[in-house]
């Protein structure tokens, strides 16, 4: 029999400047039916690309040639009429991001509905009851309710469960799912991977996995592709590429886990920031004159010491980024919060504004913090405007240029713009907006959650240089627990709004005390990880 899909030959191109740029060259693949198949690369390597052009989603200035045959059928150069019965009804495809593919102007229900009743020809009233019925199986709690919200209403990984509600409402033959878990903490991952695999054993329907994480592909798919400058390096099954990797690029991939552990400050470094008793509420529901308040943040003391990192980690909605933004005085709060030994809330504006030099904060999306109308020598040199306005153009081009290089980018970057940068390129600007200022605290809002594992190795080495040039503190926010593990000398574990857990990065790492703890390392698979490591090591020993 036929594969289900059968890629052969595939070139893609984007024209821009006048010129062709080639995304992918000479593809062949195949998926056979009811396969997970991995594909899997760094930011660039055409991964993404590819199957766009497989099913006919190329934007205005791309084009493909070769061969795609879908269940026998060619489908590459199809009319957009014939695609679209296609697409939505026997191939669908998820993204990660799912705020962005989510129209915020229409219901989740309604969204779910769209699909049926446009290939799967049911009326509103029986899409309806399909539309719940779908989100009671991708595991939408109080789907009546849910129904209705708007994609905003909902968390991260009920946005991601209503996209996979809308991709298997037709039961598809073929779903592409592109980084559907990058973006989710640790237990959402784990929970989506269990709902894709479970939906593709009781549908029968194959997926292709795009994803640059051999971790997410080792528990997940069945075979896998590596591609690499727009071309297929390598293929096999998982285990067996894993353990035998032919080409550099896969082992490159299998080696970007952030390696080792921070050295420890000294015993005796000073308390930089500290906080007693911080607590965050937010307006919840019920009416205007009986509504309630929700406890973002409940009452939370630490300390970080000069030189320190300090990781905080817990799934989405523990509390994480909101404690963040107290600490820095961005939100409105109780408790006490210290810098330098000095009482933040007893600072007028103007006093707090000149501390704000000492302390940056660093987003998990660079693409969305810097604006696409500046420069990158206009944004990195904001700062400068405020804090040392008596520079003029030139001096603040030269410190640009020399932020720039202290990050590993060229100076030559100053006159481009942001959409111009790899994702790695622009998380380092970034990272010189914040270096131009000469800090002592960064809050490092997921900073690499957005990136491969190879960009974010480099980020994260950059992060320990920095650190060490410059004895900087680190409050580094990650669901990502490898990374945390790599960057913090202390974790702070938070559920709920409160810390559960807290102590030196060894000690959680390898006797954590609370369930919670244990389930977000089981989740991320790092006990049985070092389990499987300790056995190997003391088989190694007695043999």
Known sequence: MAPLLAVSGLDVWFQADGRDIAAARGVDMTVERGEIVGLIGESGSGKTQTMMAAIG????????????????????????????????AKITMIFQEPMSALDPLFSVGAQIMAPLIVHGRLSRAAAR???????????????????????????????????????????????????????????????????????????????????????????????????????????????????RPRSAATQALIEATPPGAKAPPPTDAPILLEARDLSVDFPGSG???????????????????????????????????????????????????????????????????????DMQLVLQDPFGSLSPRLTIGAIVAEGLLIHEPEKGATERRREAARALAEVGLDPGLLDRTPHELSGGQRQRVALARAMILRPRLLVLDEPTSALDRTAQKEVLALLRALQDAHDLSYLFISHDLAVIR??????????????????????????????????????????????????????????
Do not use: C
Not at 65 to 82: K, Y
């Open 57 to 88: 989603m190329l934007p205005e200035n791309g084009r493909a040639t070769g061969s795609v045959r879908f269940d026998g059928e060619e489908i590459l150069g199809l009319s957009e009429a014939a695609l679209n019965r296609l697409r939505g």
């Open 129 to 243: 009851r399909r539309a719940l019925e779908l989100l009671d199986l991708v595991g939408v709690d109080r789907a009546e309710r849910r129904f209705n919200s708007a994609p905003h209403q909902l968390s991260g990984g009920q946005r991601q469960r209503v996209m996979i509600a809308m991709a298997v409402a037709n039961n598809p033959s073929l779903l592409i799912a592109d980084e559907p878990t990058t973006a989710l903490d640790v237990t959402l991952q784990a929970q989506i991977l269990d709902l894709l695999r479970d939906l593709q054993r009781r549908l029968g329907m194959a997926i292709v996995f795009i994803t640059h994480d051999f971790a997410v592909l080792k528990r997940f798919a069945d075979r896998l592709y590596v591609m690499e400058a727009g071309k297929i390096v390598e293929e096999g099954r998982i285990a067996d590429v894993m353990e």
């Open 287 to 357: 009416s205007w004159f009986g509504r309630r308040l929700f406890r973002a943040v409940d009452a939370v003391s630490l300390d970080l010491k000069r030189g320190q990192t300090l990781g905080i980690v817990g799934e989405s909605g523990s509390g994480k980024s909101t404690l963040a933004r107290a600490l820095l005085r961005l939100s409105p709060h109780r408790g006490i919060v210290r810098f330098d030994g000095r009482d933040l809330g007893g600072l007028d504006r103007a006093a707090l504004r000149a501390l704000r030099r």
């Open 486 to 543: 790599a960057m913090a000398d202390e974790i702070l574990v938070m559920k709920d709004g409160r810390i559960v857990e807290r102590g030196p990065a060894a000690q959680i790492f390898s006797a954590p005390r609370e369930a919670y703890t244990k389930r977000l390392l089981a989740s991320a698979h790092i006990l049985a990880r070092e389990a499987g490591e300790s056995a190997a090591r003391s088989g190694a020993a007695g043999g």
